[in-house]
């Protein structure tokens, strides 16, 4: 994939600069399709970005904004100046505005929607004519997450299945973009307790027995004609083997409810590391019962569960502009 268009550092972004940025939560994994299979669901953070003669500020609504940095040292603002810079360009100052519907460290794509954010904020300072796709959004976010699979989504929209490839300078990324099931109904449950995805990942073990890896495979490849095609096989396709158990003990609650889920027959998954479960419901009759049951379960439990019905968002992120 070719890199969009480039320019002497002397560059500079003019003031003015106007662009409103919406990214989608996305819920990675899916069982069996470890870092390499994601959703995108109906819940959006929202940024805007001005360009501004000097200086960088945030203002930030909703999650994080009692611990978020305000600063240059945003994690949003740092990426913008990076990827500005290693294309040649230079940001003189920036007033970003962000509304933070996507909780933090919860296995709902809020750092990548994050990395998102920042992809399309440089999308929006480079001259139209550099031409960035929706390709480079992939590859810049990813880069910046480490793997595409809750970046792809957010991007694409949709259900997305993605994978790297070696690269002279490191990993060139790629997605498939699948249009899901129109019945198909994710149902969160959010636990009050964060998880940290670094330490989630520490549980991890280096190798997997083969049999394990046969099972997971084939359950995987059942996930795409299960999540567009063929919803009944729903509980078959979300059957997991290579993460979940190894990460029973930094989450146990949310593995309970998840196996008392599948003993009923729901496709009940851990959402990306977790600790957030969801549930893909055949349909919404099935969404209703599910609700319902979790919140029974959560009734019993020591912390608060946030209990939703996430429509799939099938569009991913949106940016408009506004220049001077």
Same mark, same amino acid.
């Given at each position: 994939?070719? *890199?969009?268009?480039?320019?002497?550092?002397?560059?500079?972004?003019?003031?003015?600069?106007?662009?409103?940025?919406?990214?989608?939560?996305?819920? $990675?994994?899916?069982?069996?399709?470890?870092?390499?299979?994601?959703?995108?669901?109906?819940?959006?953070?929202?940024?805007?970005?001005?360009?501004?003669?000097?200086?960088?500020? $945030?203002?930030?609504?909703?999650?994080?904004?009692?611990?978020?940095?305000?600063?240059?040292?945003?994690?949003?603002?740092?990426?913008?100046?990076?990827?500005?810079?290693?294309?040649?360009?230079?940001?003189?100052?920036?007033?970003?505005?962000?509304?933070?519907?996507?909780?933090?460290?919860?296995?709902?794509?809020?750092?990548? =929607?994050?990395?998102?954010?920042?992809?399309?904020?440089?999308?929006?300072?480079?001259?139209?004519?550099?031409?960035?796709?929706?390709?480079?959004?992939?590859?810049?976010?990813?880069?910046?997450?480490?793997?595409?699979?809750?970046?792809?989504?957010?991007?694409?929209?949709?259900?997305?299945?993605?994978?790297?490839?070696?690269?002279?300078?490191?990993?060139?990324?790629? *997605?498939?973009?699948?249009?899901?099931? *129109?019945?198909?109904?994710?149902?969160?449950?959010?636990?009050?307790?964060?998880?940290?995805? =670094?330490?989630?990942?520490?549980?991890?073990?280096?190798?997997?027995?083969?049999?394990?890896?046969? $099972?997971? =495979? *084939?359950?995987?490849?059942?996930?795409?004609?299960?999540?567009?095609?063929?919803?009944?096989?729903?509980?078959?396709?979300?059957?997991?083997?290579?993460?979940?158990?190894?990460?029973?003990?930094?989450?146990?609650?949310?593995?309970?409810?998840?196996?008392?889920?599948?003993?009923?027959?729901?496709?009940?998954?851990?959402?990306?590391?977790?600790?957030?479960?969801?549930?893909?419901?055949?349909?919404?009759?099935?969404?209703?019962?599910?609700?319902?049951?979790?919140?029974?379960?959560?009734?019993?439990?020591?912390?608060?569960?946030?209990?939703?019905?996430?429509?799939?968002?099938?569009?991913?992120?949106?940016?408009?502009?506004?220049?001077?």
């Amino acid at each position: 994939m070719a *890199s969009p268009a480039t320019t002497p550092p002397a560059n500079r972004v003019p003031e003015g600069i106007v662009a409103k940025i919406k990214v989608p939560a996305t819920s $990675a994994n899916l069982g069996p399709g470890f870092d390499c299979a994601g959703i995108a669901v109906g819940l959006y953070d929202e940024l805007e970005i001005r360009t501004t003669g000097a200086g960088f500020s $945030a203002e930030i609504e909703g999650e994080g904004h009692n611990y978020l940095p305000t600063d240059a040292r945003h994690l949003i603002i740092t990426h913008i100046r990076e990827r500005l810079s290693q294309l040649g360009w230079h940001l003189p100052g920036l007033k970003l505005k962000a509304i933070n519907r996507i909780p933090h460290s919860r296995g709902l794509g809020s750092s990548a =929607a994050a990395h998102i954010a920042a992809a399309l904020a440089v999308k929006a300072l480079l001259p139209p004519d550099c031409d960035v796709t929706s390709d480079h959004l992939l590859q810049w976010a990813s880069e910046a997450e480490g793997h595409p699979d809750n970046v792809a989504p957010a991007v694409y929209g949709g259900l997305t299945f993605s994978w790297h490839e070696p690269a002279e300078t490191g990993k060139t990324y790629h *997605s498939l973009k699948l249009t899901p099931h *129109s019945q198909i109904t994710p149902v969160v449950a959010i636990p009050a307790k964060p998880l940290s995805t =670094a330490a989630a990942r520490t549980l991890l073990p280096a190798t997997v027995p083969y049999r394990e890896a046969v $099972a997971n =495979a *084939s359950r995987a490849a059942l996930l795409a004609p299960a999540m567009t095609t063929n919803p009944e096989m729903l509980l078959a396709a979300t059957e997991d083997w290579l993460h979940q158990q190894y990460r029973a003990p930094s989450m146990p609650e949310t593995l309970e409810h998840v196996s008392a889920l599948r003993a009923e027959g729901h496709a009940a998954v851990v959402s990306g590391a977790g600790p957030t479960l969801c549930v893909f419901a055949a349909d919404t009759q099935e969404s209703d019962v599910v609700v319902t049951k979790l919140h029974q379960r959560a009734a019993k439990s020591s912390q608060h569960w946030d209990i939703r019905i996430l429509p799939i968002a099938t569009e991913g992120a949106t940016i408009e502009v506004f220049r001077p």
